[in-house]
């Protein structure tokens, strides 16, 4: 079955201490992304990458790394959480450059406290 | 960059009336305008989407329309039904070599009153 998933699902962590959000797919897509979902501000694009050791800058990268060692993985990286952080997270990923359709992962909800 | 604005926030319609949901966009570049329904509790998930080819979609009863000169495109859903209660998001892209970043606007709580 195709899909794109993330861990932890919910996690609840302290400012200043280092995590990392997986996303793994079993799609052999090119293209992968974060996004952070907050209340009446949408989705916004956190990182993207469009194959494996090419990373950008979405629209809010600051606080964020991410790398892309190997095409199924894309993990997200918050190397010193802050409660402004706390947000619902997306990974999503699609085929290649030109293609258009995006899959979106479960989610992740990051409480920082 | 891109800036999406989409309107309303709310919007409320009874059962088999039609819904409309407007969006503009900012960058005349951009070339890819999909649309994502969001159910409470779960991940967006594509509903239709149009390229900047296209003047209109439809796919049974939700349609999006674009206007490139004027840089709005909207959502159209006909005899709506309780399930399509949702948050509805537009999203602009421009997708091309070296460029893959995705707009969204802010959302629209969708709600089917019975």
């Known amino acids: 079955e195709a899909q794109v998933t993330q861990n932890p699902r919910y996690l609840i962590t302290v400012t200043g201490k280092k995590l990392t959000v997986t996303c793994s797919q079993n799609?052999?897509?090119?293209?992968m992304s974060w996004y952070r979902q907050d209340p009446g501000l949408g989705l916004r694009q956190i990182y993207y990458?469009?194959?494996?050791?090419?990373?950008d800058k979405g629209d809010v990268p600051e606080g964020y790394k991410v790398s892309r060692k190997e095409k199924r993985n894309f993990p997200l990286i918050l190397e010193s959480p802050s409660p402004n952080q706390t947000s619902l997270y997306f990974c999503?990923?699609?085929?290649?450059?030109?293609?258009?359709?995006?899959?979106f992962g479960p989610g992740t909800r990051l409480t920082v406290t | 960059g891109e800036n999406v604005e989409q309107h309303p926030s709310t919007l409320s319609v009874q059962e088999g009336d039609s819904a409309v949901i407007k969006c503009t966009y900012s960058?005349?570049?951009?070339?890819?305008f999909p649309w994502y329904k969001q159910e409470l509790g779960k991940r967006p998930q594509l509903i239709i989407d149009?390229?900047?080819?296209?003047g209109e979609k439809k796919d049974q009863r939700i349609a999006v329309t674009l206007n490139k000169t004027a840089k709005h495109f909207s959502l159209h859903i006909t005899e709506t039904q309780p399930e399509d209660s949702a948050v509805y998001f537009c999203?602009?892209?421009?997708?091309?070599?070296?460029?893959?970043?995705?707009?969204f606007g802010t959302g629209t709580r969708l709600t089917i009153i019975p």
């Open positions: 960058d005349s570049a951009s070339n890819y």
């Open positions: 149009i390229r900047s080819n296209v």
């Open positions: 799609m052999n897509h090119e293209y």
């Open positions: 990458s469009m194959n494996v050791e090419v990373t």
């Open positions: 999503a990923t699609k085929k290649g450059q030109l293609t258009y359709e995006q899959y």
């Open positions: 999203a602009a892209s421009i997708s091309n070599f070296g460029n893959e970043k995705l707009t």
